[in-house]
């Protein structure tokens, strides 16, 4: 099985998935991210190409080589962490408008954030296209499960997914 992990920058807690999917038998991972540094965060280490090479495609414009390969092999899985890129943005309106069935794994929405009236319009119009889609969602805890029954996702497409933490390290060791 193929699967296309992506998401907008590679973190260490999310390299702990990814490290248990790439010894997966028969998984063949391909890891897709908008940049290669991080915007948020200073790590020691960056995470980008630790577990292996990733491919970087860009977080300004939509990189249509990846969007295009998505639509056409269909077998092959994708696992997208969130949709913060304009080409995470379009594979949810085009999985939606094509019926492809992929996994989203998404945190708790911020919906308390001041947005502009039409970034609201247009995020409650995603909240639409991702509900209707044909999407397993995988939520960061019972909390986002909840939030997004409350928004009348079908339960039997909401999982427990929350984020890692790597207990291989002692108190000692921090």
Known sequence: MKLHFIQSEA????????????????????????????????????????????????????????????????????????????????????????RRPYNMWTDYPNDAKKRSRITHYLRELFYCLFKYSKANVFCVGKMTIDYFVARGFSKVRLFNLPVFVDISKTKEDY
């Not at 998984?27 to 915007?39: F, G, I, P, Q, V």
């Not at 295009?68 to 899985?77: N, S, V």
């Open 11 to 98: 973190t260490p807690h999310n390299n702990l998935l990814i490290k248990e999917l790439s010894v997966t038998p028969d998984m063949e991972l391909t890891l897709w991210y908008a940049r290669e540094d991080s915007e948020q965060y200073a790590w020691p280490l960056n995470p980008t190409h630790e577990i292996q090479k990733a491919h970087i495609y860009g977080d300004s414009t939509i990189h249509w080589p990846l969007v295009l390969h998505l639509l056409r092999y269909r077998a092959e899985k994708v696992f997208q962490v969130g949709w913060a890129s304009p080409t995470t943005r379009m594979l949810v309106v085009l999985f939606f408008l094509s």
